[in-house]
T-cell receptor, first 113, second 118 residues
């Protein structure tokens, strides 16, 4: 069956450290993968998109890697801040390039001052 | 980034009544809109995809007669939950995309609507 797996346990880290979140998928061949941030009671906010032919993408303190062999994406936040505390969702294009994102459950990140 | 406005942000209704949720794209043409529902600590589940001027395509298991979707203009889509029951209580989120820019362009999300049916 098709699955998108994100660690359901919250990730607690200290301010200033690098947070690394994982997204694994099974039985998908996505053309691209995205990461979103969601705050409680709010809709998701787009952060980064990485395509299947890209290994790595950066945006300010954010870095995303995409390994289509391992079927895994890693999402890094460097120099983390308490304001980075939120739930981070990965979504992949499950429809062969027609962009209908399918979401993982998300991982909660808590950055302690 | 582009703005999608969803209204209301929360609503409480009585069992058996209908509730309409609006999703507007404020500064771009939303050729395609997606409607999701999300239960606590769960992922967003796609309910339906609608293209402007066409009937919505519903995901398996979503009752089209219960969740009426209208996408009559390039800036507005509505989701009406008909004869709502307590099990319909959830967080409903829309997202909008301009596919005139290509199918792999970013979709922008509304703020979500918390529906509570009592």
């Amino acid at each position: 069956s098709q699955k998108i797996e994100q660690n359901s346990e919250a990730l607690n880290i200290q301010e200033g450290k690098t947070a690394t979140l994982t997204c694994n998928y099974t039985n998908y061949s996505p053309a691209y993968l995205q990461w979103y941030r969601q705050d409680p009671g709010r809709g998701p906010v787009f952060l980064l998109l990485i395509r299947e032919n890209e290994k790595e993408k950066r945006k300010e303190r954010l870095k995303v890697t995409f390994d289509t062999t391992l079927k895994q994406s890693l999402f890094h936040i460097t120099a983390s801040q308490p304001a980075d505390s939120a739930t981070y969702l990965c979504a992949l294009d499950a429809s062969g390039g027609s962009y209908i994102p399918t979401f993982g459950r998300g991982t909660s990140l808590i950055v302690h001052p | 980034g582009a703005v999608v406005s969803q209204h209301p942000s929360w609503v409480i209704c009585k069992s058996g009544t209908s509730v309409k949720i609006e999703c507007r794209s404020l500064d771009f043409q939303a050729t395609t809109m997606f409607w999701y529902r999300q239960f606590p600590k769960q992922s967003l589940m796609l309910m339906a995809t609608s293209n402007e001027g066409s009937k919505a395509t519903y995901e398996q298991g979503v009752e089209k007669d219960k969740f009426l979707i209208n996408h009559a203009s390039l800036t507005l889509s509505t989701l009406t939950v008909t004869s709502a029951h307590p099990e319909d209580s959830s967080f409903y989120i829309c997202s909008a995309q301009d596919r005139n820019l290509g199918s792999n362009t970013e979709a922008f999300f509304g703020q979500g609507t918390r529906l509570t049916v009592v």
